[in-house]
Each structure stands twice: as C-alpha cells, then as structure tokens.
C-alpha cells in the first residue's frame, strides 16, 4: 500500500495544521492507520493511531503525553483520508511527520510508511 501524508508547512506557535494520510491504490479503511513524527536529532515518537474501519470511523488512541488534548486523529472514507488535526502547536511540534499503516494493530510493527511532510512551528 502506497500512503501519502501531506499538509504540512510553516505555522507560529499556537496555530493549526491538518495533515492527511492518503493512498493511491488502497482502502485506508482497511488498515491501521498511525501518525508519528520525527524531529532533528530525535527518535521517531508514535504519537496516534486510529484502528481500520468496521462500518464505524475506528477506535483512536493517543501514545505522546504531549499531544493528548492538541491532536486529533479521525478517518474520512469517502475520501479514503486519515486525518491528524494538530491545535495549539509549539515549536517543540517541529518535525517531520509520517503516516504508516498496518493490518494487525495500533500496538504492533508498521509494515507500510509514508515519504512524510514536514511540519514547522515558529514566529
């Protein structure tokens, strides 16, 4: 499966962003879609994860303390879109973000990577 994350860009601090996941040549809704990031010098950090769709939008999970209440996961199926809508963001939100996929669980291996999209937060 192919993804593609996109959305990122430049934004001061205590703006918005909304990243979306898409895929060319799958049904996200058949996946475990997760966000993570990766900031300059840092481990990749997991910081959600929203399960595949049974007939409903998916259970979401939040793994980053410092996000939980800022960042929102949620799945579009019409427009086959995992989105991660990011609310008052600091500079310390500056990375790199990638959406992966897997079939088996928000807790286990990603097996499918998206190129990323880089997010800077700064005044």
């Known amino acids: 499966v192919q993804l593609q994350a996109s959305g990122g860009g430049l934004v001061q601090p205590g703006g918005s962003l909304r990243l979306s996941c898409t895929s060319p040549?799958?049904?996200?809704?058949?996946?475990?879609i997760g966000w993570f990031r990766q900031a300059p010098g840092k481990e990749r950090e997991k910081l959600s994860c929203?399960?595949?769709?049974?007939?409903?939008?998916?259970?979401?999970?939040y793994f980053a303390d410092s996000v939980k209440g800022r960042f929102a996961i949620s799945r579009d199926t019409v427009q086959n879109t995992v989105i991660l809508q990011m609310n008052s963001l600091k500079p310390e939100d500056t990375a790199v973000y990638y959406c992966?996929?897997?079939?088996?669980?928000?807790?286990?291996?990603?097996?499918?990577w998206g190129q990323g999209t880089l997010v800077t937060v700064s005044s």
């Open positions: 040549d799958s049904n996200l809704a058949y996946y475990h």
């Open positions: 992966a996929a897997n079939f088996r669980s928000c807790f286990t291996r990603y097996d499918h």
């Open positions: 929203i399960t595949m769709s049974n007939n409903g939008p998916g259970s979401t999970y």
